[in-house]
T-cell receptor
Framework: GQNIDQPTEMTATEGAIVQINCTYQ??????LFWYQQHAGEAPTFLSY??LDGLEEKGRFSSFLSRSKGYSYLLLKELQMKDSASYLC??????????WGAGTKLIIKP | SQTIHQWPATLVQPVGSPLSLECTVE??????LYWYRQAAGRGLQLLFY??????ISSEVPQNLSASRPQDRQFILSSKKLLLSDSGFYLC????????????FGPGTRLTVL
């Protein structure tokens, strides 16, 4: 079967750095996506990785290791507005997105 | 630029009543369209996707159906709602190739009582 695993909840302090991990087992791989979802709102796209390595976008970076079936989202200089759920999704061989349950990130002052 | 609309934003319906949720996309042609459901504290469950007018693929057998009467219109329906149909319904689009990210509408929060 296909499976995406992420921690259910994480807590971090404003101004700090947090790493949210995602491991996956899917039938084929055509890229991995990270989305941010604030409570009661729709997910918004953060990043896309299809090759191994690190992609940096401002305060957010995403890393992929295809051989390990592993990715992480790194958030630096945390702000209170970063409190949200972060969803990991993998595009399988049929170009369908398989979604993780999301990681709820709580930022404390 | 592309925009995606969904309505209504919230809906409270009794068990056994019908449902119709509408999604429209502007600023793009021939998009792939998707209906997802998200239960509280859970991930996204793909319900239906469409690669063109009248072309609907169902991912989960259930009492819901979808239709795509126009290129940029996607409708989710039910003849008789169940309690388990409660959730946050999201419509999304991606470009025709489907390789890139999906963009989501604002969602409809459905409560079945």
């Amino acid at each position: 079967g296909q499976n995406i695993d992420q921690p259910t909840e994480m807590t971090a302090t404003e101004g700090a750095i947090v790493q949210i991990n995602c491991t996956y087992q899917t039938s084929g791989f055509n890229g991995l996506f990270w989305y941010q979802q604030h409570a009661g709102e729709a997910p918004t796209f953060l990043s896309y990785n299809v090759l191994d390595g690190l992609e940096e976008k401002g305060r957010f970076s995403s890393f992929l290791s295809r051989s390990k079936g592993y990715s992480y989202l790194l958030l630096k200089e945390l702000q209170m507005k970063d409190s949200a759920s972060y969803l990991c999704a993998v595009m399988d061989s049929n170009y369908q997105l398989i979604w993780g349950a999301g990681t709820k990130l709580i930022i404390k002052p | 630029s592309q925009t995606i609309h969904q309505w209504p934003a919230t809906l409270v319906q009794p068990v056994g009543s019908p449902l119709s949720l509408e999604c429209t996309v502007e600023g793009t042609s021939n998009p792939n369209l998707y209906w997802y459901r998200q239960a509280a504290g859970r991930g996204l469950q793909l319900l239906f996707y469409s690669v063109g007018i009248g072309q609907i693929s169902s991912e989960v057998p259930q009492n819901l159906s979808a239709s795509r009467p126009q290129d940029r219109q996607f409708i989710l329906s039910s003849k008789k709602l169940l309690l388990s149909d409660s959730g946050f319904y999201l419509c999304a689009w991606s470009d025709l190739a489907g390789y890139n990210e999906q963009f989501f509408g604002p969602g409809t929060r459905l409560t079945v009582l």
